[in-house]
């Protein structure tokens, strides 16, 4: 493996129905962990903890339609369920008879719906940083004028002069020396492409979809949970996160000092978490 491979993991590529799925995978032994992203990025989000759980585990982590142009698909309906089985036929055709998931955001979201339908069954499962009332993602004002914006003029408009404003209100960050890392690093080149290739109008029905789900928590099943989110989240993932860890009770972690994006700020106090979890 290359440094560039060491850090970005190989890139593969999968063909299920009319979806030709882009996916990374990073380290060869261990247990199976699959990583499903938040929106609106794809599994650049996840390079620096795949670096960090790779010596122990194979992890795996896909891009979902629509969000970042690598995953190609011909007809596919921007909808919660289809989502949910592309996860299923996903995880199936790798043939394991253990493995582990990890759902950020709302990828978290999506993979709970898989789970309690049944199409997968992991053997632990790390609730990070989601949600499982759709209805809690209702937009503010101010997403709804960016939505109206870039539905207008395009997507690349948007970001010639408001991605930073974009960055800083969707991942909550805690600092200015948090941000300034985020802005500076090699992988905001990546995460921008994500953003920049994203399809606004597939996006946005899946968001109106999610907004009329509730995941039912009795349908969970008797598996080991963890549940992972960040000191300064979003307030409704916060809310929900205390809410699951309480209703399924399993234990509850918290990342200090960050925001909803401690995936990517704080992936080494987060995966040291995940791995406590996973080894025990």
């Not at 690598?70 to 921007?78: H, I, K, Q, S």
């Not at 549940?227 to 972690?253: C, F, G, P, T, W």
């Not at 990517?264 to 978490?273: E, M």
């Amino acid at each position: 493996m290359n440094q560039k491979e060491a850090k970005k993991g190989y890139r593969r590529r999968m063909q299920i129905g009319k979806v030709s799925i882009f996916y990374r995978e990073l380290g060869n032994g261990g247990v199976p962990v699959f990583l499903f992203p938040g929106f609106p990025f794809s599994s650049t989000i996840f390079q620096p903890m795949m670096q960090e759980l790779s010596p122990r585990y194979k992890t795996i982590a896909l891009d979902f339609p629509y969000w970042s142009g690598r995953t190609v698909v011909g007809r596919f309906r921007p909808k919660v369920s289809k989502y949910a089985k592309l996860v299923a036929k996903f995880v199936k055709s790798f043939n394991y008879e253990k493995y582990y998931v990890i759902g950020y955001s709302m990828g978290g979201f999506i993979s709970q719906y898989a789970l309690t339908k049944g199409y997968i069954n992991p053997e632990k499962f790390v609730l990070m940083s989601t949600f499982m009332d759709g209805s809690a993602l209702a937009f503010s004002r101010i997403q709804k004028e960016i939505i109206k914006f870039v539905s207008r003029k395009g997507i690349s408009s948007y970001f010639k002069g408001y991605a930073s404003f974009f960055l800083m209100m969707y991942f909550t960050v805690s600092s200015v020396s948090e941000f300034k890392y985020f802005e500076e690093s090699f992988r905001l080149k990546d995460l921008m492409t994500d953003f920049l290739k994203m399809d606004i109008v597939k996006t946005v029905k899946l968001l109106e979809n999610i907004q009329k789900i509730k995941i039912n928590m009795n349908k969970f099943p008797k598996i080991e949970y963890l549940s992972v989110y960040a000191e300064k989240d979003h307030e409704y993932v916060i809310e929900q996160m205390k809410y699951m860890a309480r209703k399924l009770n399993i234990d509850s972690v918290l990342v200090p000092g960050s925001g909803h994006a401690h995936a990517f700020f704080n992936y080494k106090i987060a995966s040291r978490y995940i791995k406590l979890f996973f080894d025990r």
